[in-house]
């Protein structure tokens, strides 16, 4: 028995303390650093104009590629599930992809794509339209990146409530519609949800797909990511301290949200 | 994809599926999907390929065996290598912990298991420097160096082991291990004898999409590792040739990387068809691959609604 707790003693150890070295201790050491000299020098510089349009910016592109790809992701599930067929494979493959290929390879398709000598690019500048460089190609960057979450979210929910309740519905005489708003929609709510917290926390944070594409201009193409790198190459340690801290309890309240919600899903 | 809107094969007996695509028909939603997916997805890639080769296949050669290309490639190999085989010890370890340990706050360390799923890669990089960094508070300085680039990539991939282990883990029938046990097996014995051939389907694919990041990760490694040649990952060379105008050799660099993660994904989904054709539980539902993406939680995916089930 001695050699049994022996052991548990040891992989508590182990595991315990691999987390702590590796997570803990340096998200709590940034906290401290960053309030080390008070809360004011962290806030002045957020609340500078370059903090906070990049702030602004971050936002817009939340608002933006977020739905986009809830949107995309419901349709996409429900198509995977409910309508097999052989072709499904590839788009399940393709779906995949954004998870393995590097930020970086994404951001410079998306420069090769849309920059000088690219495909768009001689239709794109007789229209006027600035794709690179500016806020069109950092929400084209995140959407590719935060692409797969809610479908991989919202298909094994589509698997588990099965079909029962939306054949109750139509033979009550509710059209598609209205089975999707009032069953299915409820139905998948949670997992849909998890998918949305997961996509925000990604398209918040995306830093190599949107460094190659936006130029990090401060005031102009700066989202809080970059804005963090350059506070920090810049050696402004108060700014790139205090927009991490923000970040980092961003991605704790995401987190937080996450376990929430697989709480309500399990329920 | 083909324009019909076939149903499965499967279950002719049963009525059909109750909710399609609300509105839209089969046909138009396809339509839509793979639309979204040319535009946002394949047709970048499709450019970045092409920029590859638009000076033939020898110049696409030349690029990716300049010495600063293949040493980027060895530096982010050798890196991921060891990554993925320390988080598939500790990261077993963590997910046994979490199964069949008790012990107070439990339920906080299964929360922030997913904390770097959750955190941006850049502020990985500004907290890893805090603490292994010049200023270390425990005197230990690894950055701008080999071990920046491992300590990085073991942050940024550790929930994939153990989120991967985790709910075979769950499922796993204690009676074998109690047979085992009765028979006179010691722990390490059970271990390698049960334990771990059951949870080898898991820690595969959890390796493979840990490997898979590792290969291309970027932010973590920046501040962190910084870019001088012998720190230089291949996803950071492939920027600094952006930025030096040199656009075919990033991307000849950023296709190897491709077909790399592409080859993951493709043992991903072979671990997991033979996953699941271990379990002998899957029916209708082999359509939909990837089920076991450990990305949500510790429940394992639930298995495919079988039409014979119903009622």
């Known amino acids: ?267 | 994809m083909e324009a019909s809107t076939a149903q499965a094969p499967s279950a002719p007996s049963a009525p059909r599926a109750g909710i399609r695509l609300p509105g839209v028909g089969a046909g138009l939603g396809r339509g839509v999907v793979v639309l979204y997916l040319s535009l946002f997805v394949l047709l970048p890639l499709a450019a970045l390929t092409e920029q590859s080769l638009s000076s033939g296949l020898g110049e696409f050669w030349h690029q990716v065996t300049t010495d600063q290309a293949l040493r980027s490639l060895r530096i982010t190999l050798e890196a991921s290598l060891i990554v993925v085989v320390i988080n598939a010890i500790f990261g077993t370890i963590i997910a046994w912990l979490l199964v069949r340990d008790q012990f107070p706050g439990k339920a906080v360390v299964n929360a922030i298991i997913d904390l770097p799923f959750a955190l941006p890669t850049i502020v990985a990089s500004l907290i890893l420097i805090q603490l292994w960094g010049n200023k270390s508070p425990v005197g230990i300085n690894i950055s701008l160096s080999f071990w920046a680039i491992v300590v990085a990539l073991m942050f940024v991939t550790l929930p994939f082991v153990v989120r991967a282990v985790q709910p075979l883990l769950i499922e796993m029938d204690r009676e074998m291990e109690e047979a085992a046990a009765s028979l006179g097996g010691g722990g390490p014995t059970i271990f390698r004898r049960i334990i771990f051939p059951n949870l080898l389907p898991g820690l595969a694919a959890g390796v493979a999409l840990a490997f898979a990041r590792a290969l291309g990760e970027f932010g973590s490694v920046l501040l962190f590792a910084g870019g001088l040649p012998d720190t230089q990952v291949s996803s950071v060379f492939i920027r600094t040739q952006v930025e030096n105008g040199n656009n075919t050799g990033a991307a000849a660099v950023s296709v190897v990387l491709l077909l790399c993660a592409l080859a993951m994904l493709v043992v991903v989904g072979l671990v997991q068809r033979w996953g699941s054709r271990h379990e002998r539980s899957q029916g209708a539902g082999a359509g939909v691959g990837l089920t076991v993406m450990p990305m949500s939680g510790d429940e394992p995916a639930p298995p495919p609604t079988r039409e014979d089930e119903r009622e």
């Open chain 1, 1 to 267: 028995m001695s050699s049994t707790a022996g052991s548990r003693w040891g992989l508590r150890i182990l595991g315990l303390g691999y987390l702590a070295l590796l997570l803990v201790a340096p998200l709590v050491l940034i906290f401290y650093k960053t309030f080390e000299d008070g809360i004011s020098p962290p806030l002045e510089a957020i609340t500078s104009p370059d903090g906070l349009h990049a702030l602004k910016l971050t936002l817009i592109t939340v608002a933006i590629a977020v739905p986009l790809n809830t949107i995309f992701g419901i349709l996409c599930a429900l198509l995977l599930v409910r309508h097999r067929t052989k072709g499904n494979f590839l788009i399940d493959a393709v779906i995949n992809l954004p998870f393995a290929i590097s930020p970086v390879v994404i951001g410079l398709s998306l420069f090769l794509l849309y920059g000088t000598n690219g495909w768009f690019e001689p239709g794109l500048a007789e229209a006027g339209i600035k794709i690179l460089f500016s806020t069109p190609g950092i929400v084209l960057a995140c959407i590719f990146v935060s692409l797969p979450f809610v479908v991989r979210e919202t298909v094994p929910v589509l698997q588990e409530i099965g079909t029962e309740q939306e054949q109750a519905a139509s033979t009550l005489g509710a059209n598609a519609w209205q089975t999707f708003w009032r069953i299915t929609l409820p139905a998948i709510r949670w997992g849909v949800a998890y998918g949305v917290v997961l996509t925000t926390a990604r398209v918040l944070g995306e830093f190599g797909a949107v460094t190659i594409v936006s130029g990090s201009i401060s005031g102009q193409t700066q989202t809080l990511p970059l804005f963090v790198a350059k506070q920090y190459e810049n050696f402004n340690l108060p700014g790139a301290f205090g927009a991490s801290v923000l970040l980092a309890l961003l991605a704790l309240a995401a987190l937080l949200a996450m376990n929430l919600l697989k709480r309500k899903e399990d329920a």
